[in-house]
Nanobody, 133 residues
Framework: QVHLVESGGGSVQAGGSLRLSCLIS????????MGWFRQAPGKEREGVAA???????SYTSSLKARATISRDKPKNTLYLLIDTLQPEDTGMYYC???????????????????????????WGQGTQVTVSS
């Protein structure tokens, strides 16, 4: 059974940074993608960053300069570092994994997270990030 548990969220002042972690169990890294998504109050879930099984990464364009996704396979952990946080970065941050590859450039072009990923992907419960000005 696949479990994803996010941690590392919290309250931070604008300009600060956070590193989010996602501990993943029961999932093979050999295929597909893992990634980070976020959802602000009253808004749809949106993509942030993704990493493929071969280590290649993709980012939503608005966050590419400030976000870094990485993984530590021996620790079964996915990370997201976001620098220069702004109040508009406030939201619930989710990690996800899917045996079918997904890329943030395609999700951004689509304009929403694919229903197939929402329905069939593996998702954590989220970690809250609140950025104050």
């Amino acid at each position: 059974q696949v479990h994803l548990v996010e941690s590392g969220g919290g309250s931070v002042q604008a300009g600060g940074s956070l590193r989010l972690s996602c501990l993943i169990s029961g999932y093979t890294y050999n295929t597909g993608s893992m990634g980070w998504f976020r959802q602000a109050p009253g808004k749809e879930r949106e993509g942030v960053a993704a990493i493929d099984s071969d280590g290649s990464t993709s980012y939503t364009s608005s966050l590419k300069a400030r976000a870094t996704i990485s993984r530590d396979k021996p620790k079964n952990t996915l990370y997201l570092l976001i620098d220069t946080l702004q109040p508009e970065d406030t939201g619930m941050y989710y990690c996800a994994a899917s045996p079918r590859a997904f890329h943030m450039t395609a999700i951004q072009a689509l304009g929403h997270v694919p229903q197939s990923l929402l329905d069939s992907g593996y998702w954590g419960q989220g970690t809250q990030v609140t950025v104050s000005s």
